[in-house]
């Protein structure tokens, strides 16, 4: 079991380790593999490799936490606000949500390849799948703000089942073609949708106004 590091409080030591984070993401990208060494990253990130072994113990474990870094983004995205004005149907609402997930994953290749490959083994999947529990709430939040739609335990439960289907064809490209295609981009938004009219009715209303937005 990867152990988990507490990130430091002070300012200096948060930013070396960072900064670290950002050297393993350099050089994953420039070595297309995840196997590094933390001489290596220290060497990359200007560290003495002491100081980097203070943050963490190998280089699972710093693996582990830049996997960890880009499940805050995917979440952070996921809270961004939505423009009311740009949603006709519900799908509208995860056809957003894709758009802006895969930009982050054509921007960030690592992360495709830490969380989509097969490399980043099991853990790293295990506490994806934790974040998509997250993120799911966000959505169910949010479905329910902009559309007229029945809230229940089974449909909040069913947003991040949703994402893992789509994530699971997502990880099918990046296997054939090294990132995920617009075709299978699609296929996956398709396949989420088809799951959640089980429990989304086919034209739920938008809302005139979000809830909690006055007009």
């Keep these: 079991m990867t152990a988990l590091v507490d990130p430091p409080k002070q300012r200096r030591s948060r930013e070396r380790f960072e900064q670290s984070l950002d050297a393993a993401e350099a050089l994953i990208a420039a070595r297309g593999t995840i196997a590094i060494s933390l001489p290596d990253v220290a060497a990359a990130a ?4 002491a100081s980097l072994y203070h943050y963490v113990p190998n280089a699972q474990v710093l693996l582990f936490e830049l996997a960890r870094r880009y499940m805050a983004r995917f979440q952070a995205l996921a809270a961004e606000e939505v423009d009311h004005g740009q949603l006709t149907v519900w799908p509208d609402l995860f056809r957003i949500h894709c758009s802006r997930a895969l930009a982050f994953y054509h921007a960030h290749p690592v992360a495709m390849r830490l969380l989509l490959g097969a490399e980043g083994g099991w853990q790293i999947r295990s506490a994806d799948l934790d974040a998509n529990l997250q993120i799911g709430r966000i959505q169910y939040q949010r479905l329910l703000r902009h559309f007229v739609v029945a809230g229940s335990a089974p449909l909040e439960r069913a947003l991040p089942v949703s994402m893992t289907i789509g994530d699971a064809i997502w990880s099918l490209s ?15 938004l398709n396949a989420r949708v088809a799951y959640l009219r089980l429990y989304i009715a086919e034209h739920a209303p938008r809302r005139d106004h979000p809830l909690g937005m006055l007009p």
């Design 46 to 49: 200007g560290l003495p490799p």
């Design 174 to 188: 990046f296997a054939r073609d090294g990132a995920v295609t617009d075709e299978m981009a699609a296929e996956s």
